[in-house]
């Protein structure tokens, strides 16, 4: 049996670039309105710029809120991955709580890391997927170590 733990160390730290960004994407167009020109034909005014610059920010917001909560109610559970012989509990977020899941390894047709975001996907023979950050193990060594518990 080996036991990985699976919750973020530093929730604000990871997404503060995106706070700060989307603030700024809020902010700037009340503050200071603008519009789009190419040489001296307008494109935009200054409304529509502001509300298409202003919903955008606002998404990103909501997303990255999203992100802290999920992340704040792994941190506060202690959530760890625990694979089991051919059987692995992971935590998913379901209403707000954490829950554990059970995955069994034969059951697993494709995993594939991505370098850019560090999500390791996890497909199934039901052909659903099942995605782990490599920001909430302790190391990027560690999800390695996952992964290839997973391909047995």
Do not use: H, W
């Not at 009340?30 to 190419?38: D, E, Q, W």
Request: proline letters at 5%; aromatic letters at 8%; glycine letters at 6%.
């Amino acid at each position: 049996m080996k036991t990985f733990t699976y919750y973020p160390k530093s929730v604000l730290k990871d997404n503060l670039t995106t706070i700060v960004l989307s603030l700024l994407m809020i902010v700037v167009p009340i503050v200071y309105p603008f519009g789009i020109r190419i040489g001296t034909a307008r494109i935009l005014g200054p409304l529509p710029t502001a509300i298409i610059i202003i919903a955008i920010g606002l998404y990103l917001l909501y997303n990255v809120t999203m992100r802290i909560r999920n992340a704040r109610v792994l941190a506060s559970g202690n959530c760890t991955i625990t694979v089991n012989d051919d059987v692995v509990t992971y935590p998913v977020i379901k209403n707000g709580r954490s829950e554990q899941n059970l995955l069994k390894i034969p059951e697993i047709t494709n995993t594939r890391y991505d370098e850019d975001d560090g999500i390791l996907t996890v497909t199934m023979t039901n052909g659903n997927k099942i995605e782990f950050d490599v920001d909430y193990f302790d190391s990027p060594d560690k999800l390695k170590e996952f992964e290839a518990l997973l391909q047995k």
